[in-house]
């Protein structure tokens, strides 16, 4: 385990290091290079603003008003009988919307209910097994011209329902 750390230290600097050696050798102007990128990300996120800052709101907004908290009361009903842990539904409504406030949410869980509980154990796997649904769908769609972006977040949102119930399924069992 200790090797592999260290190993994992020198991999990107090794990436960075071996580029700059191809475009060395291919001489490439380098910094002409790297400035014309930047100037080509600049509209990418522009572009991409509006959505993220969207979804941002709305995930501030769902926590403010309290919405999340008598979402996660009015489902838990449905989600004892899915057979995760109420505990853990401020977690699995918020991680779709918001990275940082999921986060933020999961160290309450392992703070209130300790980091071996079986309810920390689902919280920590359901937190590492999914992604914040309508900002990557917000990201990826931005730039496209034909938007089916409805039909990818049903699929997007019945896949994190499934890979929820299945995650507690087998922190249950182990």
Known sequence: MYAMTH????IIPSIFLL???????????????FTAG?????PLIVSI?????TVTMLSK???????RDALGNWLSPVFRFAGIPEEISPLFLIKP????????????ILETYGPDSYISRCACVLYGSSETIFYIGAVYFAGLNRKKLNRALVIAVLSYLISTVFCCFLCRIM
């Open 7 to 10: 190993l994992f230290v020198f």
């Open 19 to 33: 580029t700059f050696l191809f475009a060395l050798v291919r001489k490439v102007r380098i910094y002409d290079s």
């Open 38 to 42: 930047v100037k080509g990300a600049i």
């Open 49 to 53: 603003f509006p959505y993220i800052a």
């Open 61 to 67: 907004l769902l926590e403010m008003s309290g919405f």
């Open 97 to 108: 919307l918001s990275g940082s406030g999921a986060l933020a949410v999961l160290s309450d």
